[in-house]
Structure formats: structure tokens, C-alpha cells
């Protein structure tokens, strides 16, 4: 497995970057910002710095890295925190000091589109954590969920070994941003039904990498991914985002994995319960579980030619879905399938 380095984290009362470099989504919905800003001072303790494209949509990808880069590189900064997600981080990353960010580590939170950030730290050797978005997480409506700001304020702080849970309910149905008074109460939530195991019954210990698994399939696409041996004895993490790929789709990424030798270097993977509602795409709660079980079926039906053997778990809480779990990303996981635990080293 890859070696990488565990940054050092921030205290209550440092300063730490809130930064876009996917999409500027602040300009366009400063309510949901400034709460997540103000639950960013009041729950943590942080001061949150903001950059020049921080506000700014559609800023130039050489812009955006540059503030993302500048954001490393300043010592009086602790943590760096994107806003939100997006589509074309892809274009920035290019653009990064790498130079900057290796002389510098800092601990990096996002999800989504920011799987190019994370794994672009992961090739330069930096531990970074898949999760805990400005606007998603610290300004959901009505009140944070405690299991998300449990887990990110560990992540945050500590450098422990933390024990997952199961959320007993959780929601894919967000409240609309359009509609600022929406702010008031909190998102549908359905019965949680916990994790689903697939496979033997062992433990694995390792280091993660993934993330949203269309983010993947790009990276695989520029050849911008680590190489199986890098990979070898790893834990494969992935999710799907709120663009809801259809289950042949997900089987068509994740087979394409296995093409590429990938798949047979992880003895486990954690799958993230999948997106099923967009405001696209209202389905009813009998839809969308039948949904998650075509996922957890493609899953399944494009690993078995490649890793049969592999520790699966699905319906984890790490990624479009609330709550939302914070995973190391190239961190250390214990995917304990004897107990049906899992926990994560940040």
C-alpha cells in the first residue's frame, strides 16, 4: 500500500480556507452560505477565510487553483474546507503548485466533484477527507445532523480511531436552496435499515481511495488514477451523485475498474447508500428503494468476475445522502466483516 502522511490538524480558533474550486455556488445562494459560515464559527470554532473565487461563479479553472494553492501555502491556515461540489475540478487540478502543496499539507474536506482534490492529494502523498461541505452539511435546514457534525468534528480535531454508525434515519430528499425559508425546518428523513454485508467473514485493515464513482470513471478516462499496485491491499470506497446513474451505468464503471486491474487490489469496499431523488427525478419511496437494491445488484454482478472474495458493504452514510460520514481519504479503515463494525483512523 501507499504510504501517506496524516496533516496536522486545527485547533478551536484558527483560521482555516473555505474555498470553490469546483463550482462557485455561493454567489448564487448566499443564505445557505452564510449559515453554514456561521455554524462553521459557533459549532467549531474556526474563522473562516474566504479567497477570491469563493463567491464567484464560473471563475477561470487557473483562477480557481490559484487560490486553492494559495490557500496550502499560508501558514496561518489550519484546514481547507470546499463549499460545495460541482463539474469541472477536472480542469483545475492541473493548474495546483504541487511543489506548494507538498511542502505544506493541510488537512482537505470536500465530496463530489472535489474526488479530483482528494485524489490529487492522495498521488502527492497527503492524507485529505471525503466529506463536510459548507453548504451541503454545515447549512442544512433546520438544525445539523448529529451524526455528520459528530464525525467531522473528529475529523476536524482528531487523529483517533472512529467508529462508524448506522444512521437509524437518513434522506436523500434535500429542501430546495431556491427557497430561502425552506432554512427553517429540517429535510425528509426515512427509517434507516443499516448496512448490508456481502462476502466472507474477515477483517480488513487498509488505506482508502475512491470517492464519487463518476468522478472516477473521469479520472480513469485522463489516466490520472494510481495504478493497481499502488492500489494493492487498499479499501475501495464510491458513491453516486445526485445525477443518478442508472445501475447499468454504475456496472458499466465499475466493470470498466476491474478492465483496468484495479478491482483485485481491494480485499474490501465500502459502497455509499446511492442518491435516488433529484428534483429532476421525484421518485416515490418504493422507487427509490428499489433502486439501491439495482445498485447493490450491478455492484455485485460487475465485481464477481474480478474479486469475488472482496469484504462489500453497502448503504454506508458517506456521501449525497444524509447524514453524511467523514472518511479519511488514503487514511486508515477497519472493515471488520466477523462483527460488522467499521472505523476509520483520522
Not at 58 to 76: K, M, N, Q
Not at 97 to 125: I, M, Q
Not at 150 to 174: H, M, V
Not at 252 to 281: C, H, Q, S, T
Request: glycine share 8%.
Amino acid at each position: 500500500m501507499k504510504s501517506l502522511n496524516y496533516p496536522t490538524k486545527p485547533r478551536p480558533g484558527d483560521r482555516v480556507a473555505v474555498v470553490s474550486p469546483s463550482a462557485g455556488l455561493p454567489a448564487l445562494f448566499p443564505h445557505v452560505y452564510e449559515l453554514g459560515l456561521r455554524r462553521l464559527r459557533e459549532e467549531f470554532g474556526l474563522e473562516p477565510v474566504e479567497y477570491p473565487t469563493t463567491r464567484v461563479m464560473g471563475a477561470d479553472p487557473r483562477d480557481r487553483a490559484r487560490d486553492l494553492t494559495a490557500a496550502f501555502a499560508d501558514p496561518s491556515i489550519t484546514a481547507v474546507l470546499a463549499t460545495v461540489g460541482g463539474d469541472d475540478l477536472i480542469t483545475v487540478t492541473p493548474h495546483l503548485d504541487d511543489d506548494v502543496l507538498r511542502a505544506n499539507p493541510k488537512p482537505y474536506f470536500g465530496y463530489s466533484d472535489n474526488t479530483n482534490v482528494l485524489n490529487h492529494l492522495y498521488r502527492l502523498g497527503i492524507v485529505a477527507y471525503h466529506g463536510g461541505s459548507v453548504l451541503v452539511h454545515l447549512g442544512r435546514p433546520g438544525a445539523p445532523h448529529p451524526l455528520t457534525f459528530d464525525s467531522l468534528r473528529a475529523a476536524l480535531f482528531g487523529s483517533d480511531w472512529y467508529e462508524l454508525t448506522p444512521a437509524s434515519a437518513w434522506g436523500d430528499r434535500p429542501n430546495s436552496w431556491t427557497e430561502p425559508e425552506t432554512l427553517e425546518y429540517e429535510p425528509e428523513m426515512l427509517p434507516g435499515e443499516g448496512w448490508r454485508w456481502q462476502g466472507p467473514q474477515r477483517v480488513v485493515r487498509g488505506r482508502t481511495w475512491g470517492g464519487c464513482l463518476e468522478i472516477l470513471h473521469w479520472l480513469m478516462a485522463t489516466d490520472r488514477v494510481p495504478t493497481a499496485a499502488e492500489l494493492d491491499g487498499s479499501v475501495l470506497l464510491f458513491e453516486t451523485s445526485q445525477e443518478m446513474p442508472s445501475a447499468q451505468e454504475v456496472f458499466r464503471i465499475v466493470r470498466n475498474m476491474g478492465e483496468r486491474g484495479l478491482l483485485a487490489a481491494f480485499p474490501a469496499i465500502v459502497v455509499g447508500r446511492p442518491k435516488a431523488w433529484d428534483f429532476d427525478r421525484p421518485l416515490s419511496v418504493p422507487e427509490r428503494s428499489a433502486w439501491g437494491a439495482a445498485q447493490r445488484e450491478a455492484v455485485i454482478r460487475a465485481l464477481t468476475p474480478y474479486n469475488p472474495d472482496a469484504v462489500v458493504v453497502f448503504d454506508v452514510d458517506l456521501g449525497h445522502t444524509d447524514p453524511q460520514l467523514i472518511i479519511p481519504y488514503g487514511g486508515e479503515i477497519l472493515v471488520d466483516a466477523v462483527d460488522r463494525r467499521i472505523a476509520v483512523r483520522y
